[in-house]
């Protein structure tokens, strides 16, 4: 055994601290850490860099919701953006008709995008197939449509105005809103950790990887689906909510498809199934557009036709070499490279680690028609008995 | 009376569009599981080279039929390159991919061409007919969509009924193993799938574009209520596509005509909901039960 | 005299070793049964044969052609006809459709007609079904179609897996008739994968036993049929 492993081992006996083994407590640590080191960035940074923190806070929201589905669960949203603007929609029109504090407001607008989300996921769950993901992208695309309609109530082209929350009078406006935002997004991925590792969680995953199976082990797999739905488009309305109030303002050209296509690409590249991910697309949807697709734009001296479309159209790479090439995203990546290290330093391991779509890879996906019953037939081993 | 009469025979026109693109989707859908979301978008991306070959000079129908070829094309390869490679994967991956796609063309579309709204013509007159003393809402144009779209119908019925090509294709897509134990090469079929799919979308896209207008997004809508119309149906039956296309044209026409045309896309949704709540298999679905 | 051999056969699904170094070969006009416990690799052993799994190492030789490296598409059209478990018949065609589907590719078609005659007057019970669709048929008559639709083919090679799999008695004796005469009538090389061992012993003239992916016993069926403990042992009966 070589010293570099005897360290490596000596490492893992005696770790210098150790994480709590209880799920709530070992999350709390994390975000404790987490808001200690968010609030000295805050207030190193400018106003328009609290707008930016803020954004990737309430974007980690939505991709969270977004993962939960897809990664842990198994089905697909392609317009969680409809579900952010039920979100941001709901936070106008309670600001327009009441006089309530933030807290409230933001919670009811969680209630209506679930409640939404209800309504889609609830016949989605009647059949197996690419009904909910058609079914959401209706939802993204027809939102608009039914606020034109609907103007006077919607507030028009110049739609429903969401004036920022005040704080304390020694902070600064921008910067209280990020730290609302970044809390919002701290609770909801604690709680998401915490769902994770609940019996809710288990089914979650129980029903991604084998429906039938997950049927003959007592879940009720259509409601466990509708409520992963739920939860998730009530992770989108939130973040829908909290844009509302970083913009100042809710109109349909607030919540176009080109946002349910950045959170696509933003879970593809961030891993999906992964939590701590989020972060990476969040990051992603909040510069690419702004910042990297114009600096390249420029660099190239492509024309303005271009540059206006770049972002997209990196994007829908994104998602479609993203796909066939690298379906684990960065965090994937980063735990595959974490793999070969950790197998370079234990004794015995071999890394065993494939990347997928979906968090932790089962052989379910054999192709070619072979069942799954045939993968494990030796295990079904019957002796044969004399008689 | 003339109002409704007027509202129902666009409905009719409309539906018999939206049956053709239910029909491209499900003729993927059979054979692969597979929605393809980007069906649309590759459609609108072959409109645009045929406003391109139009303005060439060439004549309308040298146009239409350049499109519906470079359509053919476009979906082979679609599946030669992206579609291929995620066999045997999560169907949720083909999803991401297909969508990934749609937005792809959509954006390098805009890059190509922008997205100021464009022209393109109809082969016949768009305008209403006098028959007696009524004017009824019924052009020439939308006569040429109605048996355009029944065209291609009956060709996909002599196809799949009639040839042995069509009996592979149909054996492929009920049981691709079974179908290869009889000696039936099944990746090619597969491809010629894609490509039949994308020429039917492509012929709904020449069909609506007249009465639209050609952008980058022109098809996202008509995308939709192929697919409502198909889940209608029943998204493995070609019958289905075309009663579904037919249903969902005119409730959507009434939708337009009484309540406001902004309503359509949601009434579309409200059309998905109800038919999975009432009848979830759609109303043309297959005998056999699911496999498990 | 062509035969099908089959030589160090290896199977793995992943870690498990679904079959190891299986040898054994099988005769023109003779029938050999595969038995075995359920799990023991049967059904893997004819997958391999026409090409749905890939052997891990060993090769699977008929006519002088190595049939391991092939498609499935070509192994078939080369006379390999594979008749899988659960009566694989399209249910959404008719029995026709099903049947012409099986002679596409050997018989130009003005030659079909009277092929598929032959499959009718071999099983009569489809031809009076013959525009109805497969999924209104019997388990029997499913199983005939499954069968005639490999046949159809005019196969050298005929691989059944289970055929007797919930059929009646009856039925099952019948079935296990025709293929008897068949098999000498056309010369054919078949072999039948069973659980029903009495049955497929009745009519095999060379018996392989698996147990756990292993071939343990290659001899004369009669021999198999006759030696009480090797039933007990490995055939439970």
Redesign the interface.
């Known amino acids: 055994m070589g010293e570099l492993q005897k360290r490596a081992q000596g490492l893992a006996a005696k770790p210098w601290f150790r994480m709590p083994r209880q799920p709530m407590l070992r999350h709390l640590t994390y975000a404790a850490v987490a808001v200690v080191f968010l609030y000295f960035l805050t207030q190193k940074l400018s106003a328009f860099n609290d707008y930016e923190v803020g954004q990737i806070a309430f974007y980690a929201v939505a991709l969270a919701g977004l993962t939960l589905l897809t990664g842990i669960n198994g089905q697909i949203s392609l317009g969680h953006g409809g579900f952010m603007a039920v979100g941001g929609f709901t936070l106008a029109l309670l600001v327009e008709h009441t006089t309530w504090n933030v807290v409230p407001e933001l919670a009811i607008a969680i209630a209506t995008s679930a409640l939404v989300g209800a309504v889609i996921g609830i016949p989605a769950t009647r059949l197996r197939g690419p009904y909910l993901a058609g079914m959401t992208l209706m939802v993204a695309l027809g939102l608009p449509y039914l606020t034109n309609q609907y103007n006077s109530f919607f507030g028009g082209d110049q739609g429903l105005t969401t004036p920022q929350p005040t704080g304390p009078a020694s902070i600064n406006p921008e910067q209280w809103l990020a730290w609302i935002q970044l809390a919002c997004a701290l609770i909801v991925l604690i709680l998401l950790g915490n769902l994770l590792r609940s019996r809710f969680g288990r089914s979650f995953r129980a029903v991604r990887d084998d429906e039938i199976a997950a049927s003959l082990a007592g879940i009720h797999v259509a409601r466990t689906k509708v409520i992963a739905f739920m939860v998730s488009a009530g992770c989108a309305g939130l973040a829908g909510a909290l844009l509302a109030l970083s913009a100042g303002g809710v109109n349909s050209a607030e919540f176009p498809l080109s946002i349910s296509i950045y959170l696509l690409a933003g879970m593809v590249i961030g891993g999906t199934g992964s939590l701590m991910g989020v972060w990476w697309g969040a990051i992603l949807i909040v510069y690419l557009p702004t910042s990297w697709a114009p600096a390249l734009a420029s660099h190239f001296h492509v024309n303005s036709q271009v540059s206006a479309n770049l972002a997209v159209i990196i994007f829908g790479l994104v998602l479609v070499v993203g796909m066939l090439v690298a379906p684990g995203g960065i965090q994937g990546a980063l735990r595959w490279v974490a793999a070969r290290v950790g197998a370079y330093f234990s004794p015995d391991g071999v890394p065993n680690m494939k990347l997928s779509l979906q968090e932790a890879p089962t052989?379910r996906a054999v192709h070619?028609?072979?069942s799954v019953t045939?993968?494990?037939?030796?295990?079904?081993?019957?002796?044969?008995?004399?008689? | 009376m003339q109002f409704f009469l007027n509202i129902t025979l666009g409905g009719i026109a409309t539906g018999m569009i939206v049956a053709a693109v239910a029909l491209g989707l499900v003729l993927i859908f059979r054979a692969t599981n597979i929605v393809n979301f980007a069906q649309g978008a590759m459609a609108m991306m072959t409109t645009y080279i045929a406003y391109a070959v139009l303005h060439q000079g060439s004549g309308y129908w040298l146009a239409f039929v350049a499109a519906l070829a470079t359509g053919l094309l476009f979906g082979a390869l679609t599946q030669v390159v992206l579609i291929r490679p995620l066999q045997g994967k999560s169907p949720l991956n083909a999803i991401i991919v297909t969508f990934g796609f749609l937005i792809f063309l959509e954006g390098v579309a805009g890059a190509i061409w922008g997205s100021q709204t464009r022209t393109y013509p109809a082969p016949f007159s768009e305008a209403g007919q006098k028959i007696g003393n009524t004017q009824i809402a019924f052009s020439p144009f939308d006569v040429f969509v109605v048996l355009a779209v029944l065209a291609l119908m009956i060709l996909m019925l002599v196809l799949f009924r009639g040839t042995?090509l069509g009996?592979?294709m149909?054996?492929v897509a009920?049981?691709p193993?079974?179908?290869?134990?009889?000696?039936?090469?099944?990746r090619p079929l597969l491809t010629l799938g894609w490509a039949l799919s994308a020429a039917a979308g492509v012929l709904a896209a020449l069909l609506v574009v007249p009465t639209s207008s050609l952008t980058p997004n022109f098809m996202d809508v008509i995308l939709i209520y192929g697919f409502t119309a198909a889940v209608v149906g029943g998204l493995d039956s070609p019958v289905g596509a075309l009663v579904g296309g037919l249903a969902t044209g005119l409730s959507l026409a009434y939708v337009g005509g009484y309540l406001g045309g902004s309503l359509e896309p949601m009434a579309a949704l409200a059309l998905v909901i109800v038919s999975l709540m009432i009848r979830p298999e759609g109303l043309f679905a297959?005998?056999?039960p699911r496999r498990v | 005299m062509p035969v099908l051999e089959i030589e160090d056969l290896s199977v793995s699904?992943?870690a498990?070793?679904?079959l190891t170094d299986v040898s054994f070969s099988a005769a023109e006009g003779e029938v050999t049964a595969v038995l075995g416990?359920?799990?023991?690799?049967k059904?893997?052993l004819l997958?391999a044969i026409?090409g749905?799994?890939r052997p891990r190492k060993g090769t699977v030789r008929y006519d002088g052609e190595q049939l391991e490296k092939m498609s499935?598409?070509k192994i078939?059209?080369h006379g390999v006809?594979?008749v899988?478990e659960g009566r694989?018949v399209?249910?959404?065609?008719t029995v026709d459709?099903n049947l012409?589907?099986?002679s596409?590719?050997?018989f130009s078609?003005r030659q079909r007609g009277p092929v598929i005659e032959e499959i009718y007057a071999l099983f009569p019970p489809l031809a009076e079904r013959r525009r109805q669709?497969a999924?209104t048929l019997s388990g029997g008559e499913r199983q005939m179609l499954a069968i005639g639709?490999a046949l159809v083919?005019r196969p050298k090679v005929l691989l059944l897996d289970e055929p007797s799999l919930g059929l009646a008695p009856i039925v099952t004796a019948r079935l296990m008739a025709v293929l008897r005469d068949l098999t000498q009538a056309s010369n054919l090389i078949v072999v039948l994968v069973e659980q029903n061992a009495r049955s497929s012993l009745s009519i095999a003239q060379k018996a392989v036993v698996i147990?756990?992916?292993r071939v343990v016993v290659c001899e004369d069926a009669a021999k198999v049929a006759g030696d009480s403990e090797l039933r007990?042992?490995?055939?439970?009966y």
Do not use: C, K, W
Request: glycine share 12%; net charge neutral.
């Open positions: 052989d070619d028609g072979e045939q993968v494990g037939e030796p295990g079904v081993q019957v002796h044969p008995t004399n008689d | 042995d009996l592979r149909r054996a009920f049981a193993e079974t179908a290869r134990l009889l000696g039936v090469r099944v297959r005998p056999a | 699904y992943g498990v070793h679904a416990a359920n799990g023991a690799g059904t893997t997958r026409t749905l799994v499935v598409e078939v059209r006809a594979h899988p694989s399209i249910e959404e065609m459709e012409r589907l099986g596409l590719f050997r078609r669709h999924n639709r083919s147990n756990l992916g007990h042992h490995y055939l439970g």
